[in-house]
């Protein structure tokens, strides 16, 4: 599950992690007053406002602005709020802007110049570990600097018998050639940092960029944050943080039915009972010629109202010229779900795509009878070859 920038610095800043402080606001004239509220706490005159929205590269769209005064802060918002942000990391019809988080401004002037650096937490799964990966380069691509300046990457992987050190967090700030106050700090961030990852149950932190003031204070001016989603049912506050305003429609909808459902480009779409079923679903349709739709695992309990529901989801593409709904009963008995693909199919009645459907395990004989005798326009497989052969005849 991805977070805003103002929930993810939430939760760093509950474990330590000094942060660019801000507060969000729903519309231009709440965000004025978010302005007065914020200066009253930190004596700030000017303000950053920030596009909230699941994507990176916003600065490059227009979703970061400086409001120099108060007076230019509602100015500001309400170019921001309500705009389709495209950014690198949006599709052409980019993203709507629903709320924009106004900050302090941290670039203030002082006796030695701010510094900028990148930072992020995850799983190295190559190697099993987590690791830190941090740079010099700070408010940069880190594609760009990886491609362009790799010597300026640097590493430091994570035992799990012993979790972060000293020694490391110090390595970590003298990396990034850090000396006196601003050293200390940037080992209390690096800490604090790694403790928010462990205990959110996080996938990804990524602070980009991490802003050494002209103070010497250590500080995350943004914050991505995606969190695992097996671990919400033990952060029931977290899992409140989900906007689904940022997710496509259908997947959100698919969830809410208990269907596991990602969105691809293809023309075929795929029901299928398993994760890894599904992929060598994906992978045979592929070698056939075609180019899966989706990725939908019914799980397995794929009754009729189940799979009439992953019907209808998948019909939602415009995209989609064919079905294949490949079952392996092991649990579930195929004839159970062949009903339920003939009974979806006589319910719905508008179904205008040819359905291949593949079922293999408990009663697949007695399935396969139940399809062919239907009198419905479902063609039967009984090898993923033949199936998927099928689907590209079809298509």
């Not at 300026?152 to 994570?158: A, G, P």
């Not at 029931?236 to 943080?241: L, V």
């Not at 709904?325 to 719905?348: E, L, P, S, T």
Request: hydrophobic share 40%; charged share 25%; glycine share 10%.
């Amino acid at each position: 599950m991805n977070l805003h920038e103002y929930q993810g610095k939430e939760i760093l800043a509950g474990y330590g992690v000094r942060i660019q402080r801000g507060k969000v606001a729903q519309t231009p004239a709440e965000a004025v007053e978010v302005a007065k509220q914020l200066t009253e706490e930190t004596g700030t005159s000017w303000y950053v406002v920030k596009a909230q929205v699941h994507a990176g590269g916003r600065g490059k769209g227009g979703g970061v602005k400086l409001a120099k005064g108060i007076d230019k802060v509602e100015e500001v918002a309400d170019s921001i709020i309500g705009m389709q942000l495209v950014t690198p990391q949006t599709s052409a019809e980019g993203k709507k802007v629903h709320q924009v988080l106004i900050s302090e401004d941290v670039y203030y002037p002082g006796e030695s110049e701010t510094s900028e650096f990148y930072m992020s937490v995850l799983l190295n799964r190559s190697t099993g570990r987590n690791m830190i990966m941090y740079s010099t380069e700070g408010g940069m691509d880190i594609e760009t600097v990886a491609e362009e300046t790799p010597h300026l990457i640097f590493t430091e992987e994570i035992d799990p018998k012993v979790g972060l050190t000293g020694f490391q967090a110090r390595k970590v700030a003298f990396n990034l050639g850090l000396s006196g106050a601003a050293f200390k700090d940037m080992v209390k961030f690096v800490s604090a940092l790694y403790k928010a990852y462990e205990g959110a149950d996080a996938s990804l932190f990524e602070i980009n960029p991490i802003l050494k003031t002209s103070d010497d204070k250590i500080l995350a001016v943004d914050a991505k944050v995606t969190i695992d989603d097996n671990a919400l049912y033990r952060h029931k506050d977290i899992a409140e943080m989900r906007d689904t305003r940022e997710e496509d429609d259908t997947e959100v909808e698919a969830g809410e039915a208990g269907l596991n459902f990602v969105k691809l480009d293809g023309n075929v779409g795929c029901m299928v009972n398993g994760a890894g079923l599904a992929m060598a679903t994906m992978d045979i349709i592929k070698m056939a010629g075609g180019n899966p739709a989706n990725f939908l695992d019914v799980g397995g309990t794929a009754d009729a109202a189940r799979v009439e529901q992953a019907f209808r989801i998948i019909l939602r593409d415009e995209n989609v010229k064919a079905i294949l709904v490949n079952i392996f009963g092991g649990i579930v008995r195929c004839d159970r779900v062949a009903q339920g693909v003939v009974d979806a199919y006589k319910n719905m009645g508008n179904i205008n795509v040819p359905i291949i459907v593949r079922l293999q395990g408990t009663n697949a004989e007695e399935a396969k009878k139940l399809i062919d005798e239907s009198g419905l326009e479902v063609h039967s497989a009984i090898a993923l070859q033949e199936a998927a052969d099928l689907v590209q005849e079809l298509v």
